[in-house]
């Protein structure tokens, strides 16, 4: 699923469109910035359970609300510009290289 030569956090990003054709597109908490509700996925979590929970946490609705009508075939990779994120696996500190994406 995911490059292994490279390091890219797992990530799911999620377009919500209502019933009225309206998109969701949230302004970031503590940032000049606006998304679509985005996040990572969690060991021994599946990307659908990572969006569902990403979208219950950014904008509170709950699984019952949604119904997933495409998922990306495959994975976005990109590199985050000039500064790198840390991670640290095993009192080892790594750099992630940037984000690998899956879409709903």
């Known amino acids: 699923m995911f490059k292994q030569k490279e390091?890219?956090?797992?990530n799911v990003g999620i377009?919500?469109?209502?019933?009225?054709g309206n998109l969701m597109?949230?302004?970031?908490?503590?940032?000049d910035g606006w998304q679509f509700p985005?996040?990572?996925?969690?060991e021994n979590e599946s990307p659908i359970e990572a969006a569902i929970r990403e979208v219950e946490?950014?904008?509170?609705l709950a699984e019952q609300d949604l119904n997933f009508i495409w998922e990306s075939k495959s994975w976005f990779f990109?590199?985050?510009p000039q500064k790198k994120e840390e991670?640290?696996?095993?009192?080892?500190?790594?750099?992630?290289?940037?984000r690998s994406k899956n879409g709903f």
């Open 38 to 42: 985005q996040g990572g996925i969690d």
């Open 78 to 80: 990109y590199d985050v």
């Open 25 to 31: 597109w949230c302004r970031r908490k503590n940032h």
């Open 7 to 10: 390091i890219y956090r797992p």
């Open 87 to 98: 991670i640290i696996i095993s009192l080892e500190r790594i750099n992630l290289l940037g």
């Open 15 to 20: 377009i919500i469109i209502n019933t009225e």
């Open 57 to 60: 946490e950014e904008t509170g």
